[in-house]
C-alpha cells in the first residue's frame, strides 16, 4: 500500500474505538485534546499542560525484518547503536509509514503502545522502559495525535497483555549516549 493510500485509509482502530475498549477493559484514563503533533518536540508545550510522563515511541526494525516497538519518557536519551544489544537484535533503523501501517495501523506521528493491538500476526515486540513503567502516569496519543491520553502503568500493562503481547520492561539507560 502506497504511503498516499494510507493517509486515506481509515484507521483500524481511531481514537473513540480505542476509548471505548479502554472504557470496557475498565482503565481509568485521563483525556486531552490538543493541536495535531509530529514530533517531541512539537508536543514539548502541550506535555507541560498534562499531568504525567509525555511519552514517545520508536518503531524500529533490524536487517532480518523483526519489528520492534520501543516506548519511553520523551527525556530518555537513546543512543542507536546501542539499542540492538537490548534487544537482541541486529542493526536498527525506523520503520517506513507504509509498515507502520502495515504492522500497527497508525500514521507517523500517532505511534503509541496502543497501536500493538492491531498486530494480530504478532510481528512487533514491544518493550518498555523500566524508568517510565516507575510514574505515576504515563502518557500517549490514543491511535491519533490531537489526543493524548493519561493512565497508570498497570493500566498499560493489562491493555497490551489483553491484546496477545508479553511486553518486555527494559532498562533504557543502558542505551544512554556516552
Same mark, same amino acid.
Given at each position: 500500500m502506497s504511503e498516499p493510500q494510507t493517509q486515506l485509509s481509515p484507521l483500524p482502530v481511531d481514537a473513540p474505538a480505542?476509548?471505548? %475498549?479502554?472504557?470496557? &477493559?475498565?482503565?481509568?484514563? $485521563?483525556?486531552?485534546?490538543? !493541536?495535531p503533533v509530529f514530533t517531541v518536540a512539537e508536543?514539548?508545550?502541550?506535555?507541560? /499542560?498534562? *499531568?504525567?510522563? #509525555?511519552?514517545?515511541n520508536?518503531?524500529?526494525? *533490524?536487517?532480518k525484518k523483526q519489528n520492534y516497538l520501543v516506548v519511553a519518557g520523551n527525556d530518555t536519551m537513546i543512543d542507536m547503536k546501542k539499542?540492538? !544489544?537490548?534487544?537482541?537484535?541486529?542493526?536498527?533503523?525506523? @520503520?517506513? $509509514?507504509?509498515?507502520?501501517? /502495515?504492522?500497527?495501523g497508525v500514521r507517523? @506521528?500517532? !505511534?503509541?503502545?496502543?497501536? %500493538? &493491538?492491531?498486530?494480530? #500476526?504478532?510481528? !512487533?515486540?514491544?518493550?518498555?522502559? /523500566?524508568? &517510565?513503567? $516507575?510514574a505515576e502516569t504515563v502518557c500517549y496519543h490514543p491511535m491519533e495525535n490531537h489526543f493524548t491520553v493519561g493512565l497508570k502503568p498497570d493500566d498499560l500493562l493489562k491493555f497490551i497483555r489483553a491484546h496477545d503481547h508479553e511486553p518486555q520492561i527494559i532498562d533504557l539507560k543502558q542505551a544512554a549516549p556516552d
Amino acid at each position: 500500500m502506497s504511503e498516499p493510500q494510507t493517509q486515506l485509509s481509515p484507521l483500524p482502530v481511531d481514537a473513540p474505538a480505542l476509548l471505548r %475498549i479502554l472504557d470496557d &477493559m475498565d482503565i481509568t484514563y $485521563a483525556l486531552h485534546e490538543h !493541536v495535531p503533533v509530529f514530533t517531541v518536540a512539537e508536543s514539548s508545550k502541550i506535555d507541560r /499542560q498534562i *499531568d504525567g510522563l #509525555a511519552c514517545r515511541n520508536l518503531f524500529l526494525r *533490524d536487517k532480518k525484518k523483526q519489528n520492534y516497538l520501543v516506548v519511553a519518557g520523551n527525556d530518555t536519551m537513546i543512543d542507536m547503536k546501542k539499542l540492538p !544489544v537490548l534487544l537482541d537484535s541486529g542493526r536498527l533503523s525506523f @520503520g517506513s $509509514a507504509e509498515r507502520l501501517w /502495515q504492522y500497527l495501523g497508525v500514521r507517523p @506521528g500517532s !505511534v503509541c503502545p496502543f497501536s %500493538i &493491538m492491531n498486530d494480530k #500476526a504478532g510481528e !512487533v515486540e514491544i518493550f518498555l522502559d /523500566q524508568d &517510565m513503567m $516507575a510514574a505515576e502516569t504515563v502518557c500517549y496519543h490514543p491511535m491519533e495525535n490531537h489526543f493524548t491520553v493519561g493512565l497508570k502503568p498497570d493500566d498499560l500493562l493489562k491493555f497490551i497483555r489483553a491484546h496477545d503481547h508479553e511486553p518486555q520492561i527494559i532498562d533504557l539507560k543502558q542505551a544512554a549516549p556516552d
